[in-house]
């Protein structure tokens, strides 16, 4: 008797990591099925997926979107129930039928589903930064209580997760620091006084990976990067201090561990999504995830250069402020992640250059007064207070 599939609820399921997630499920649809799936506003896409995977759930951000989708389902005689809202999010997030949620939605709207799951005890494949930025403590309080089973997608995560040892009670003595690789995105070499002239295309022209435009942007001023930090930091349980960053271009070794003993376990495979998710969705087994395989005769060279260097910091001067708020009050991050939410939709809109960007981060850091969060209510409010802030940072700033 074979055993019942997977059940697998996919928020944010038409965006890159939501794509790929359902790439993985139909190669194994004798061991995975689309319990429920959810996105934005991309009724068209989301009417496609529901035809092809047939999930139980469909969510929609909002009534209109749900109503258009609610009317292709009908007309395609589709079995899914559509429903939409912050709240469905929830509703399918921990849903008792559901046995994994891949987090893919962007952007702090994440969370409340990430913290639902977790509370569910769901195995919980989390790609939404966001969780672990804006929630810290409290989201990893929620895994604990609900005794979720938390799998990094992150390719960078990812590869931590996978150098370690399954042990995690050996973390605390055996790893000295965990190194993030980074691939400089596609302005490495830039002199930075250019980088005032960016173009939004040019800065979602990334040279390795196939992301959407907002973690395209992230990754040009690798802001992407300090956001992992602070996801590494939860994760694993380590001190800032222990967290170094590698740029890596070529992005074959996708980050790494050194042990007490300097020697170092690293994660290596092509730039190809799929292979995450594909260990996260069958952990702690491997299966096929479509991936190509490394071809090492045509590695000719791997090379790494200190993100630290006074020439990356002036190219990124983004990266340090993921140390700058973890070493202050709880908080801070979800402060820092919500002013680069803005001003990277500031920056995409035409509002501001690409070199302030950092300006309003660092602004908002700065302006932003609050008590530290005791709830996911004040999470909300303490992004709602910064997005402000940064808004009016972004007012005041000139071309």
């Excluded at 059940?7 to 038409?14: A, E, K, N």
């Excluded at 009724?43 to 496609?48: L, N």
């Excluded at 956001?227 to 349980?237: G, H, K, N, Q």
């Excluded at 002013?339 to 960007?357: H, P, S, T, Y």
Aim: charged share 20%; net charge negative; with cysteine.
């Amino acid at each position: 008797m074979s055993s019942p599939r997977t059940r697998v609820v996919v928020l944010g399921s038409t965006g890159s990591i939501g794509v790929n997630t359902l790439d993985v499920i139909a190669r194994h649809s004798e061991r995975f099925e689309a319990f429920a799936l959810t996105a934005s506003t991309n009724v068209e896409v989301m009417a496609a997926q529901c035809a092809k995977f047939r999930p139980v759930f469909a969510v929609m951000a909002d009534a209109d979107a749900g109503k258009a989708l609610q009317e292709l389902c009908a007309a395609n005689s589709l079995p899914t129930r559509v429903l939409w809202g912050a709240e469905a999010l929830v509703t399918v997030a921990e849903h008792e039928q559901a046995d994994a949620v891949m987090a893919a939605i962007v952007g702090a709207a994440g969370l409340a589903p990430c913290m639902a799951a977790a509370r569910a005890g769901k195995r919980l494949l989390l790609a939404n930064k966001e969780a672990l930025v804006v929630g810290g403590h409290l989201f990893m309080d929620a895994v604990r209580q609900g005794g979720a089973t938390l799998l990094p997608i992150d390719s960078e995560h990812s590869a931590i997760f996978q150098s370690l040892p399954q042990d995690r009670s050996s973390w605390k003595t055996n790893v000295d620091k965990i190194i993030l690789t980074a691939s400089g995105g596609p302005f490495r070499t830039w002199a930075p006084e250019k980088l005032r002239d960016v173009t939004p295309d040019q800065a979602c022209a990334h040279p390795n990976w196939v992301m959407g435009r907002k973690i395209s942007v992230d990754s040009a001023t690798m802001m992407n990067k300090a956001l992992e930090v602070i996801e590494a930091r939860y994760l694993f349980d380590v001190e800032p201090s222990q967290i170094e960053v590698v740029i890596h271009p070529q992005s074959v070794i996708h980050s790494m561990v050194q042990f007490v003993d300097n020697s170092v376990v690293a994660q290596l495979g092509t730039p190809d999504m799929r292979g995450p998710i594909a260990y996260g969705l069958s952990w702690p087994e491997r299966i096929e995830s479509g991936a190509n395989a490394l071809d090492f005769s045509s590695l000719q060279n791997l090379t790494f250069e200190a993100a630290s260097s006074a020439e990356h910091q002036a190219r990124f001067p983004g990266l340090k402020l993921a140390w700058d708020v973890l070493n202050d009050v709880p908080g801070k991050t979800a402060v820092l992640n919500a002013a680069n939410e803005i001003a990277v939709a500031g920056f995409l809109a035409g509002r501001i250059r690409f070199d302030q960007i950092y300006a309003v981060n660092a602004a908002t850091l700065a302006q932003v007064v609050f008590d530290t969060p005791s709830s996911l209510e004040d999470l909300y409010v303490l992004d709602a207070q910064s997005r402000q802030s940064a808004q009016q940072t972004m007012a005041n700033l000139s071309h």
